[in-house]
């Protein structure tokens, strides 16, 4: 069974870090290109980032670009996102997805 | 950057009713591989989204055939013919051919 398992979120203050993984199983991790997608408080979904199965390519929309870093271990099976200089517009819940299998979301607040 | 405009953006039907939605780009999905990475996907109360339909028009593992997608180009349309009580929830169109986009999403409340 495919299984995405977001973990590291919770809430931090605008202009620290954070940093988010997913636990892949179920499939060959290495494979895949996989994302993030994240989803505001009673909005709709937003792509955040893309990187390819290998980790050579990688893709961001540009309001996170130069401050959200995505990376892969493939030997670990794992996704993440390492999230700097946190703004407000930042907080949501956010998806691993492989695109035909979506984790449960973890929740990142940023707020004083 | 690639505008997916969904409409409606509610939907309220009854038990049985059949129903659509439209998904238009502001730019051709058709990819230079041949392929359209046009997709939709539903999200239920408190849950993740889930893959309906992918590559506009093939049904994922395990979803009901009484969803179906069609279209090409710019427009799109999923269609639910026969809407049963457990489709209520928010319906995306995503794309993929150019980075990734998703409409604004479709409310399917029932009656």
């Known amino acids: 069974e495919v299984q995405l398992v977001e973990s590291g979120g919770g809430l931090v203050q605008p202009g620290r870090s954070m940093k988010l993984s997913c636990a892949a199983s179920?499939?060959?991790?290495?494979?895949?290109?996989m994302a993030w997608v994240r989803q505001a408080p009673t909005k709709g979904l937003e792509w955040v980032a893309t990187?390819?199965?290998?980790?050579?390519?990688?893709y961001y929309r540009d309001s996170v670009k130069g401050r959200f870093t995505i990376s892969r271990d493939n030997a670990k099976s794992t996704l993440y996102l390492q999230m700097n200089s946190l703004r407000s517009e930042d907080t949501a819940t956010y998806y691993c997805?492989?695109?035909?299998?979506w984790g449960q979301g973890v929740m990142v607040t940023v707020s004083s | 950057d690639v505008v997916l405009t969904q409409t409606p953006p509610t939907l309220s039907a009854t038990i049985g009713q059949s129903v659509s939605i439209s998904c238009r780009s502001s730019?051709?999905?058709?990819?230079?591989?041949?392929?359209?990475?046009l997709h939709w996907l539903l999200q239920r109360p408190g849950q993740s989204p889930q893959l309906l339909i992918y590559?506009?028009?093939r049904l994922e593992s395990g979803v009901p055939n009484r969803f179906s997608g069609s279209g090409s180009g710019t427009d799109f349309t999923l269609k639910i013919s026969g809407v049963e009580a457990e489709d209520l929830g928010v319906y995306y169109c995503?794309?993929?051919?150019?980075?990734?986009?998703f409409g604004s999403g479709t409310k399917l409340e029932i009656k």
């Open positions: 590559l506009v028009s």
């Open positions: 997805t492989r695109g035909s299998y």
């Open positions: 990187i390819s199965y290998d980790g050579s390519s990688t």
């Open positions: 179920g499939f060959t991790f290495s494979n895949y290109g």
């Open positions: 730019q051709s999905l058709l990819h230079s591989n041949g392929n359209t990475y």
């Open positions: 995503v794309q993929g051919t150019h980075a990734l986009t």
